[in-house]
């Protein structure tokens, strides 16, 4: 099996580059912060030049405005702007929506957001979670009733990350109370100004918003804006997971190398106790086992996209992949703590912070990578049940 770039993907990946060196990523204003899985910051201007090279349609079909160029493109750009510290922030979200419109999507879903997408306008949260349904989704209250040709929604979604910032909300509802436990739910594409929809934010651990709370009262949706098929949206979410799974954390793997980078060059420029950190042999050998787990995590990743690409499941993979990801993710930002000793946990702003505070900031969002898009313990099951055949658990009674 050949892991190196095709030539195509390495003259693709020098464009990206040059690009990177046109547009300064530190020259973006920035709309929302970075959440740290290695995304960059949330900016929707860096997402309109992204959309005037034409990137954010090159894998689509022609049919839809599309160039229909290799999925792997995606992998060489993702990879390049996470090494950049691009903030490409609310990127795979497009995508991803953008796929599912152009499988599913009404016609108005087509005809109005494709373009908007395609040209960086578009960007997108998810309403999935709420107060009393996270890892058990199919507990959710929010509820879409029909009226003539609208559906008018109900609810209340939680944690939803850069809702405040993004132009649409995928709002997960229940549409039916007759239907068996996982049918008669729907997904709905929602303008976030709609009326009847309030948005506030909430303050994580960093001090930083990210994350917002969103207030569903009589949001009146045209029925054309659901995705998919009324009833289907459960089948369909799942569906959509494994891929939100590999896509959301795709660039982990270039994100950390970054951080590892910076710490290797800190090593090499400290001095502690006349010497520099790079010759103690404990830091050595700790940075040189993060290169090889970011290494080996980097081709689990390639390994999934591979099946994506062929059609195949990767359900078990992408389990595997993010647990793997999230918790390298918070090693990593452990180790960082530790080689900057007291200083490590000042943050950006304090005079003698290190490393402008990014490695307190990677440590503090670290922590809630393993609970986001499916918690480490409930997708263990999964790598249990799927992966090594183990019985699955029995149902609460
Ligand atoms: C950084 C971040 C970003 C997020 N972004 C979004 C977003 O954009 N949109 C959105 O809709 N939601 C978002 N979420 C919410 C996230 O999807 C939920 O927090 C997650 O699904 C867990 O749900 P919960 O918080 O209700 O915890 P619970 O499901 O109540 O879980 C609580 C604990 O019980 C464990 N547990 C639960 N069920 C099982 C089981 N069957 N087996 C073993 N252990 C179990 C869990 O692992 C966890 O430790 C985000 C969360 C975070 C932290």
Redesign the pocket.
């Given at each position: 099996m050949d892991f190196g770039r095709s030539p195509d993907e390495e003259a693709f990946a020098d464009e990206v580059r040059r690009f990177l060196a046109e547009h300064p990523p530190e020259r973006f204003p920035l709309d929302g912060v970075d959440?740290g899985y290695g995304s960059g910051a949330h900016s929707h201007a860096f997402m309109r030049a992204l959309g005037e090279r034409g990137w954010l349609a090159m894998c689509w079909p022609e049919a839809f405005g599309g160039q229909a160029r290799p999925m792997f493109l995606k992998l060489v750009l993702l990879e390049e702007l996470a090494l950049a510290g691009a903030p490409f922030g609310p990127l795979a979200g497009s995508w991803q929506t953008a796929d599912a419109i152009i499988a599913y999507g009404t016609e108005r879903l087509r005809r109005e957001l494709l373009p908007a997408i395609a040209r960086g306008e578009a960007t997108f949260?998810?309403?999935?979670?709420e107060p009393d349904?996270?890892?058990?989704l199919l507990a959710l209250t929010t509820e879409a009733k029909r009226d003539g040709e609208h559906w008018i929604i109900r609810g209340h979604?939680?944690?939803?990350?850069?809702a405040g910032v993004s132009t649409h909300g995928l709002v997960f509802t229940r549409t039916s109370r007759e239907a068996r436990r996982s049918r008669g739910f729907s997904m709905f594409v929602v303008p976030s100004t709609t009326p009847g929809m309030d948005i506030r934010p909430i303050r994580s651990l960093t001090g930083d918003i990210?994350?917002y709370e969103v207030f569903l009262d009589e949001v009146r949706v045209p029925a054309d804006l659901m995705l998919g098929p009324e009833g289907e949206g459960f089948v369909a979410l799942l569906n959509g997971l494994d891929s939100d799974r590999f896509w959301g954390r795709f660039y982990k793997a270039p994100a950390l190398l970054r951080v590892l980078r910076r710490l290797v060059d800190y090593a090499n420029t400290t001095v502690v106790a006349g010497a520099p950190l790079a010759r103690d042999p404990v830091v050595r050998r700790r940075l040189a086992a993060m290169a090889a787990e970011i290494a080996a995590l980097r081709l689990l990743f390639y390994r999934a996209a591979c099946l994506l690409r062929d059609g195949a499941p990767i359900t078990y993979e992408t389990a595997v992949a993010k647990v793997y990801a999230d918790e390298t993710g918070q090693k990593l930002a452990r180790l960082g703590l530790e080689l900057l000793g007291p200083w490590g946990v000042l943050r950006r702003g304090s005079r003698a912070a290190r490393l402008d505070g990014d490695i307190a900031h990677a440590y503090l969002t670290s922590l809630?990578?393993t609970?986001?898009?499916?918690?480490?313990?409930?997708l263990r099951?999964t790598v249990a049940v799927r992966g090594l055949g183990l019985p699955a658990?029995p149902k609460a009674r």
């Open positions: 959440a949260w998810q309403g999935y979670s349904a996270g890892s058990d979604k939680i944690w939803s990350s850069h990210y994350h809630g990578h609970i986001a898009g499916g918690t480490a313990e409930v099951t658990e």
